[in-house]
């Protein structure tokens, strides 16, 4: 075979292996950093990832993969899609309007010259990227849209690496997916502008050739959704007028599941490689062999990017070795997306279980993964003979390990019946006893569950982890924080409190520390959004809970008041799909399997005296599958397992849920099969768009449509407030409204939170008063 196998690499974390980015962008918005520093240290990731590449041996090593806080937004901001509410903080200049528009602006913050940028502005909306936990921002476009080219990143961050003596592909987000992941304010179709974004990207790619780049990569992920037939004559459109003779050869990037019948115009499209996802679906490489241009160059996504399971590398030589020589040895061998989505450096992790850490491959691995797989393909098996093998001794010893597999947990599953996921009254039965139970007022307040994740409440859990504070001190500390919490709910005069969350370091990792059949990483990191990483935990085997997880906290914080305090627990959905699964049995198995565990604890909450439980499923709607095809089986799964954990209770105990940054109206049937008490759900950056769903669809149970955006730091209003609870009353019943922010405030600080949700209270009183 002949030896023209390259390595190609779609993009690779950008935090740094030990959070680098997030500590450089906070010192930054702080003050403590100052713009330069802050470039400096971004420039310093870039360098590392580019000779990190260089060493493994990656022949297509990707540029502007790199993003300060999101690449959605870099595109935005390149092409000029800077929405005109920002115009009064762009004389702070291109770095405060990019976070402003990233976080919102307070209106007090300086620049260097301390000029002060008017009144706060909203940031954009934010939501996940595809079906991953990443987060990216909504660019705001409207009909008529100028677009002109304002930044250089792609060209600058290009010849940066050149600079290094390093060529790389620059990474873009093609036009089509730019456009398909944006919205319109007037609701307008964003497609429509795409004669005139072309425009610019074509300026954009001529730029990127005279600086030498002989190819590009395209990101077209959205190719793998459901299209129209305009969207699909789209892409043909775009992809005619962006094949010029001064634009770089281009790699069409399509990841995240199968072309599907989107295969038949990706094949016509004038471009001169085609990069397809073969983990998430494997049976999509003969159509694609069938389809593209013997002269195109295929990239086969062979390793996966969205999971930390070690490959099985003499299976894939195996599967390879025919499409290789069928394309007469021109291929290119790549994970199957962007890197982004796992950790770094599996190196790192020295208190991992030494059996599970064989069976596991993170970023930096899955690129070593690749390096064998090229030297095997290339005729030099015997050179990396010891580490094939050494892949299938780990995979072997997996299947068979008895730390994966437990009876118990089998034989319980196999136990459950319908009768377990119904409640034992309809929900307006529910409704007299709850009411009658909690004697809570018209539009009752309440928050989403946690508090500031101060940095003393970190320090506290750091130094308890590193055993420099005694676990006594360490719990008499987050009793005084939650006692506190209790108190000053009571004080600003919300009605149904929580206890803070202060003991969680994440809402999934600490359910999956106490999880049997789950592991944890020490520096597993993975972006979630701009500066907040977390660090999915790794389902490993049968998941079942050993003790009781929350309901010390719970009982202690009911103690402090009269007032209902909500239990607060993760739903089996959002602890399935915001952890690394296993790939040896279905997800809704495992899922099944958390669903029962949790409703233990569901159970014993009860049984201790809690009167509502809240069960979080904000990875519901993320979970959904791309394809709609596949929508109803998961939701069939998905809601069963919701209620498998929730419905074991009696009638009067309230079972809220709630759900962040979702498209609603794909799913709403399946919100009301949930069948909770109440619901509350991210509308505030939306400006209640997303309460559409459910007045649109005579949603009939309890609402909480959230009244401010917590994802920045600026203090809305109490008129703000009152504003969005009309809008709210205006598609729903006022009995089904509760008031509430869009989310956990966690990554706020105090000082924000303090005035926020005392406007919020005043705002619920407002409107009681006015019914
Ligand atoms: N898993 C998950 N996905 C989610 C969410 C979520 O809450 N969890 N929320 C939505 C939005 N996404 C979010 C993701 C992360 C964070 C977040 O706050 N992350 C924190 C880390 C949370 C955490 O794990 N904290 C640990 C570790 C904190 C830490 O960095 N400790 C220092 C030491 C602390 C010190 O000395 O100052 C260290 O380890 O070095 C803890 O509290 O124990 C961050 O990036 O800062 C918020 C929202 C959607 N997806
Ligand atoms: C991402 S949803 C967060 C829910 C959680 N109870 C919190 O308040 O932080
Ligand atoms: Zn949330």
């Known amino acids: 075979m002949s030896g023209n196998i390259k390595i190609a690499a779609l993009g690779l974390p950008r935090i740094g292996a030990r959070r680098e980015l997030k500590f450089a962008l906070e010192g930054f918005w702080s003050g403590k950093l100052t713009e330069a520093e802050l470039l400096a240290k971004a420039a310093e990731l870039r360098a590392e990832n580019w000779r990190r590449l260089q060493r493994l041996g990656v022949d297509v090593i990707p540029s502007n993969d790199f993003s300060l806080y999101d690449h959605v937004l870099d595109m935005a901001v390149t092409v000029g899609a800077v929405p005109e509410r920002f115009e009064q903080v762009k004389a702070g200049g291109v770095l405060a309007t990019y976070f402003a528009m990233a976080r919102g602006s307070t209106g007090t913050e300086r620049d260097a010259c301390e000029h002060s940028h008017g009144d706060g502005v909203a940031a954009l909306e934010m939501t996940k990227w595809f079906d991953t936990n990443y987060h990216y921002m909504v660019p705001e476009l409207h009909a008529g849209q100028a677009f002109a080219l304002a ?270 996921t119904r409640r034992s009254l309809d929900f307006q039965s529910r409704r007299k006893l709850q009411n009658a139970a909690l004697g809570l007022p018209s539009f009752p307040t309440t928050t989403i569950g946690s508090f500031p994740q101060t940095p003393e409440v970190r320090k506290a859990r750091a130094a308890h982890r590193r055993g420099e504070i005694q676990t006594a001190d360490y719990l008499s500390y987050l009793r005084r924080e939650t006692e506190a919490a209790i108190r000053w709910q009571e004080e600003v005069g919300l009605d149904v409190l929580v206890h803070g969350e202060f003991e969680r370091n994440d809402m999934v990792q600490y359910f999956g520390e106490q999880l049997s059949g789950y592991a944890f990483t020490s520096h597993g990191w993975v972006q979630s959004y701009g500066s907040r990483y977390v660090r999915p935990p790794v389902i490993f085997g049968d998941v079942s809970r050993p003790e009781p997880m929350t309901v010390d906290w719970a009982k202690f914080a009911q103690s402090l008041t009269d007032k209902p305090v909500k239990g607060m627990l993760t739903g089996p959905v959002t602890m399935l799909q915001w952890s690394f699964p296993r790939d040896d049995v279905p997800r809704e198995t495992t899922c099944r399997q958390i669903a029962l565990a949790l409703r233990d604890e569901v159970q014993d909450l009860e049984a201790a005296g809690i009167s509502i439980i809240q069960v979080d499923e904000p990875a519901l709607r993320e979970g959904l599958p791309l394809k709609q095809g596949e929508w109803h089986d998961y939701l069939e799964w998905a809601v069963d397992c919701f209620r498998l954990a929730t419905c074991g209770v009696a009638a009067e105990t309230q079972i809220h849920t709630h759900m962040c940054y979702a498209e609603f109206n794909d799913i709403i049937e399946a919100i009301e099969a949930l069948d909770a008490d109440v619901i509350s759900i991210e509308t505030s950056r939306s400006r209640m768009e997303l309460l559409d769903a459910f007045s649109s669809h005579a949603y009939g149970k309890d609402i909480g449509p959230g009244v401010f955006d917590i994802h920045s730091p600026r203090v809305p209003p109490a008129e703000e407030m009152s504003e969005l609870l009309q809008k709210a009353k205006d598609g729903l019943k006022p009995w089904q409204i509760w008031v509430n922010p869009d989310c956990g405030l966690k990554t706020r600080a105090w000082e924000e939170v303090r005035p926020a949700l005392a406007n919020m209270v005043e705002a619920a009183r407002r409107l009681r008063s006015s019914v």
């Open 151 to 420: 930044g250089e990143k792609p060209v600058a961050e290009y010849l940066e690496a050149r600079a290094l003596g390093i060529e790389t592909r620059p990474v873009l987000l093609g036009p089509v997916s730019f456009l398909k992941l944006s919205k319109c304010v007037d609701g307008s179709d964003p497609l429509a502008l795409l004669p005139r974004l072309l425009p610019l990207y074509v300026e954009l790619l001529a730029r990127l050739r005279e600086a030498g780049a002989e190819w590009v990569q395209i990101d077209e992920p959205c190719l793998v959704l459901d299209l129209q037939e305009r969207e699909r004559e789209a892409y043909a459109f775009a992809f005619g007028a962006l094949a010029t003779k001064d634009a770089p050869k281009i790699m069409l990037a399509t990841y995240f599941g199968g072309l599907g019948e989107n295969l038949a115009v990706v094949s016509t499209l004038p471009v001169h490689g085609l990069h397809v996802d073969l983990v998430r679906a494997p049976d999509q490489l003969d159509a694609v062999l069938d389809a593209i241009r013997p002269e195109s160059v295929l990239s086969l996504g062979v390793i996966d990017g969205r999971n930390v399971w070690r490959a099985d590398l003499a299976r894939l030589i195996e599967r390879l070795e025919p499409v290789v020589r069928g394309r007469q040895g021109v291929v290119q061998i790549a994970p199957s997306c962007s890197l982004i989505h796992v950790p770094i450096d599996l190196e790192l992790e020295t208190e991992l279980d030494v059996d599970l850490k064989t069976w596991l491959a993170f970023a930096l691995q899955k690129i070593e993964e690749l390096g064998v797989l090229k030297a095997a393909l290339s005729g030099e098996a015997a050179r990396v003979g010891e580490r094939i093998e050494a892949a299938t001794h780990a995979l072997e010893a997996r299947r068979r390990s008895a730390k994966v597999h437990s009876q118990a947990v089998a034989a319980r599953l196999a136990q459950v019946r319908a009768g377990l």
